[in-house]
């Protein structure tokens, strides 16, 4: 089955990057969608960017101009910049084949101000 680990999350002074990692442990075929949620203890995990197979990105509005989002192979990334305290959250890799989603298991990042 699918198995997707997270890394490249610590711990980053406001203003500074970072950049997040999901590997998947298969190459897969027809993947709809790969993407990064973000959760933050008592409230809703929520969309921070994502990626089709075509390449179209889609990104939450608090994050844009700030990161990016992309996926070469068997891995996407989500590179970070000018990291803001309101940043800091569990922060989720997702992928999306055939009509299921699978998740990693998360990383924290957490944005000192």
């Known amino acids: 089955q699918v198995q997707l680990q997270e890394s490249g999350g610590g711990l980053v002074q406001a203003g500074g990057s970072l950049r997040l990692s999901c590997a998947n442990s298969?190459?897969?075929?027809?993947?709809?969608?790969m993407g990064w949620y973000r959760q933050v203890p008592g409230k809703q995990r929520e969309l921070v960017a994502t990626?089709?197979?075509?390449?179209r990105t889609t990104y939450a509005d608090s994050v844009k101009g700030r990161f990016t989002i992309s996926r070469e192979k068997n891995t996407v990334y989500l590179q970070m910049n000018s990291l803001k305290f309101e940043d800091t959250a569990v922060y989720y890799c997702?992928?999306?084949?055939?009509?299921?989603?699978?998740w990693g298991q998360g990383t924290q990042v957490t944005v000192s101000s």
């Open positions: 298969l190459s897969l075929f027809n993947i709809n969608a």
């Open positions: 990626i089709t197979s075509g390449g």
């Open positions: 997702m992928l999306s084949w055939g009509t299921r989603d699978y």
